[in-house]
């Protein structure tokens, strides 16, 4: 049975789907974000959706990369993990300038 970083590699061959995997990279870096930054925090999703007053549900939504969620979302989510909202701009390169949005 091959392994989920071997498949992901397989897949990442084709032209298409490298391109579509690019175009989400900061969604996907986002993601990653936040749910490193729930562990680093000790917290299950039912403890960090008490400290955000919200429901676990929408932590689990919040980590899965579904829905787009607003700053005011992020900034409760960063205090009551501990951490800081930090949010910046990045120069494009020149070749990554034609898949600017």
Do not use: C, N
């Amino acid at each position: 049975m091959m392994k989920w970083k071997e498949f992901k590699e397989s897949l990442l061959k084709d032209p298409e789907v490298r391109k579509e995997y690019d175009a989400l990279e900061e969604e996907f870096a986002l993601i990653e974000a936040v749910a490193k930054a729930r562990l680093r925090s000790g917290l299950t999703q039912a403890q960090l959706a008490k400290r955000m007053k919200t429901t676990q549900s929408t932590v689990a939504r919040l980590e899965s990369g579904r829905g787009k969620p607003s700053t005011s979302t992020l900034r409760r989510f960063a205090e009551a993990t501990g951490h800081r909202l930090k949010i910046s701009f990045e120069p494009v390169k020149k070749a990554d300038a034609g898949r600017a949005r």
